[in-house]
C-alpha cells in the first residue's frame, strides 16, 4: 500500500512545502501589502490565497506524481516535464518575494507571466505522459491567470 501511496506524498509535501516557505518568506509583509495597496475590481480577501493556494499545491503535487509514476511510458517526455514543474516551481516559489517583500509589482508581473508561459508548456508536456495529470494543472493556470491581472492592476493603481 506504502509503494503506491509513497509518490502522491513525497510529491504534494514537496509542492506544499514549496509555497510554505515561499509563505513564511513573505509572512510579515503579506498582509501588510496587499492591505495598503490600491487594489482592483474583484480583489479577493487575504485569507482566501492561503486556501487556493493549498488546494493548487496538493493538485500539483498529484499532477508531478502522476507523471513521475508514468516516466517509464515515455521517459524523455516525462523527463522534461517534469524539468519544467520543477522550474514552474522555483517561478512560483520566488513571484510572492518579488511582489510583496521587494514590491516591485512591474517586475513581478513580468516574472508571473513567465511562470505563466511555463505553465502552459508544462502542461502541454503533461497532457502527452497523462492527461488527468495535465488537466489537474488547469486550476492553476486560472489562478495564476487571476494573479497576473491582480499584479498588473497593483502596478497600475499603486505607480
Known sequence: M???IKPYVISILIALGVGALSALITKNNMNL?????????LSPPMALFPVVWC??????GISSAIIYINRNTNPEIASSALKLYGVQLVFNF????AFFN???FLFAF??????WVLII???VQFNKVNKTAGYLQIPYLVWTTFAAYLNLMIYILNR
Open 55 to 60: 488546494i493548487l499545491f496538493v493538485l500539483m
Open 2 to 4: 506504502w509503494s503506491k
Open 94 to 97: 520566488l513571484w510572492p518575494i
Open 110 to 115: 513580468i516574472w508571473i507571466m513567465v511562470l
Open 121 to 123: 508548456a508544462m502542461i
Open 33 to 41: 501589502v496587499y492591505e495598503q495597496v490600491n487594489k482592483p475590481p
Open 102 to 104: 521587494f514590491q516591485a
